[in-house]
């Protein structure tokens, strides 16, 4: 009986920011297919396997190399950047092998939203600021339902980090204002996080398109955006204050 084909988050970028066991399932496996275009190859050093770059192929082309794989009684490997859950296009994969009988199984991977989180050292819900983290896109060539709109989500006023978007930079300012967020709202790029060439530019929201326009940042980018980035010490956790009680410490004060 074939092991499950296994859907892999590889990280961000960082060849160590990959978890044990995918580590281990790569090492192992017999067929490898990756999102060339963003995992980072170096993952793919030293590996046995066939190794088959999707960003040339289609969905079709994806699921017959899975299933032959599969069929042949091989451990085949289908590697996303990131974790494969977000923007992975992974649900039609998962379809298909279904449709098929094919037996598959995801193992996670540290997202490139929380490798920005890491590389700009902010936390992204910091209480009584923010408790909540919206990971989204702005509407390009693939749609956004319209409640989802940048202006919509804009309102809540929580930390976002908005994806696949840093090309669209002008429109993401101006949904963002425009849904309610103050011209001074902290706000940050992130481009190739966790990699030897990661890139950090830190504004606002009523400067940081024309400092991405300056730069030569165009693509794998992380846009974080909230108060949370915000240094402004009142803004601070209560959770450790002295003058707070909770489950495990009695307040001093
Ligand atoms: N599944 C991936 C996201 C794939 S969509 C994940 O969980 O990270 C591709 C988008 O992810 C890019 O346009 C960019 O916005 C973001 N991205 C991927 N890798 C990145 C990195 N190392 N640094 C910053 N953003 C990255």
């Known amino acids: 009986?074939?092991?499950?084909?296994?859907?892999?988050?590889?990280?961000?970028?960082?060849?160590?920011?990959?978890?044990?066991?995918?580590?281990?399932?790569?090492?192992?496996?017999?067929?490898?297919?990756?999102?060339?275009?963003?995992?980072?190859?170096?993952l793919l050093d030293g590996v046995q396997a066939e190794i088959h770059d999707s960003a040339s192929m289609t969905l079709d082309e994806v699921l017959t190399v899975l299933c032959d794989a599969w069929q042949a009684g091989k451990k085949a490997v289908r590697l996303h950047t990131g974790d494969p859950a977000i923007y992975g296009a992974t649900r039609e994969q998962m379809q298909g092998l279904s449709k098929k009988g094919i037996p598959y199984q995801v193992v996670p991977g540290v997202?490139?939203?929380?490798?920005?989180?890491?590389?700009?050292?902010a936390e992204l819900t910091v209480p009584e600021v923010s408790q909540t983290v919206i990971f989204t896109r702005q509407a390009g060539r693939t749609p956004v339902p319209e409640q989802e709109s940048l202006r919509n989500l804009a309102a809540i006023q929580a930390s976002m980090c908005i994806f696949l978007s840093v090309s669209m930079i002008d429109k993401v300012v101006e949904e963002l204002i425009a849904g309610g967020y103050s011209g001074d709202t902290p706000i940050a790029v992130v481009e190739k996080a966790s990699w030897p060439n990661q890139h950090i530019i830190r504004g606002?929201?009523?400067?940081?398109?024309?400092?991405?326009?300056?730069?030569?940042?165009?693509?794998?980018?992380?846009?974080v955006v909230g108060?949370?980035?915000?240094?402004?010490?009142?803004?601070?956790?209560?959770?450790?204050?002295?003058?707070?009680?909770?489950?495990?410490?009695?307040?001093?004060?």
């Open 204 to 223: 606002t929201l009523a400067d940081i398109a024309a400092i991405v326009r300056a730069s030569d940042i165009r693509k794998t980018a992380m846009i």
């Open 111 to 121: 997202s490139s939203a929380l490798a920005a989180a890491a590389a700009l050292q």
């Open 1 to 42: 009986m074939s092991t499950p084909v296994v859907f892999l988050g590889a990280g961000p970028g960082d060849p160590e920011l990959i978890t044990v066991k995918g580590r281990r399932l790569l090492d192992e496996a017999d067929v490898i297919v990756y999102a060339g275009s963003l995992v980072n190859p170096v």
């Open 227 to 253: 108060q949370a980035l915000s240094d402004d010490p009142t803004a601070a956790s209560k959770l450790y204050d002295a003058g707070f009680s909770h489950g495990y410490r009695k307040s001093s004060k």
